[in-house]
């Protein structure tokens, strides 16, 4: 009796195991792709599931107060006249909720993918600029702003396919955004995201 119990137990606990072990391959399988049909505009919006993080130190503005960007691309189907344009969704740790101070210097901005200056100018700071009625990416915090520049599929893969990455803003004070740490997941989703577009 003893022995039968002792064994059910260990059943029991492969069993939870094994549901837990499925379970979590469920759950890293989500799509690194997004896309959705905008209910107002019409059109098909396809976006990375992961946005690249970059960021920047502000020492002078408070002991560990840093700025962040969160980079993604999207493309716009209207009826196969595609569009395509980079998100960078700006905030910070201070939570500047002033809207002219987290967008000056963005409405230019310089990137530099492996060295090679990519610059690109704001094609708008709301969603109706790309014809979406939502946002696309899921804001960080509730300060943030995004800004969307107009890009081509090429600018998009060389991102992807970039070993050195930054991004500086213009102005009368420029400011440079450096990549956070080695982002394989976000890179990998920028890839499967051209895959997609290119099917």
Same mark, same amino acid.
């Given at each position: 009796m003893f022995?039968?119990?002792?064994?059910?137990?260990?059943?029991?606990?492969?069993?939870?195991?094994?549901?837990?072990?499925?379970?979590?391959?469920c759950a890293t399988s989500a799509p690194a792709v997004n896309e959705t049909l905008d209910p107002l505009t019409a059109v098909t919006i396809t976006s990375s599931s992961k946005p690249l993080v970059l960021y920047r130190d502000e020492p002078s503005r408070a002991a560990?107060?840093?700025?962040?960007?969160?980079?993604?691309?999207?493309? %716009?189907?209207? !009826?196969? /006249? *595609?569009?395509?344009?980079?998100?960078?969704?700006?905030?910070?740790?201070?939570?500047?909720?002033?809207?002219?101070?987290?967008r000056d210097g963005f409405d230019s901005i310089v990137l530099f993918v492996d060295g090679e200056p990519l610059p690109l100018d704001a094609a708008g700071w709301t969603p109706a600029s790309i014809g979406a009625s939502e946002p696309v990416?899921?804001?960080?915090?509730?300060?943030?702003?995004?800004?969307?520049?107009?890009?081509?599929?090429?600018?998009?893969?060389? %991102?992807?396919? !970039?070993? /050195? *990455?930054?991004?500086?803003?213009?102005?009368s004070s420029p400011r440079d955004f450096e990549m956070w740490d080695w982002q394989t997941a976000a890179k990998d989703a920028l890839q499967a995201f051209l895959e997609q577009v290119f099917l």
């Open positions: 022995e039968r119990t002792i064994i059910r137990r260990k059943a029991d606990r492969l069993a939870i195991t094994v549901a837990i072990a499925v379970l979590a391959g560990y107060a840093r700025s962040y960007l969160h980079l993604g691309p999207i493309q %716009i189907n209207r !009826s196969g /006249d *595609f569009k395509y344009f980079l998100r960078v969704g700006i905030w910070n740790t201070m939570h500047t909720a002033d809207v002219t101070e987290n990416y899921v804001k960080p915090v509730a300060a943030s702003v995004d800004a969307y520049y107009r890009v081509t599929t090429d600018q998009i893969r060389l %991102i992807a396919q !970039s070993n /050195d *990455f930054r991004l500086q803003t213009t102005g």
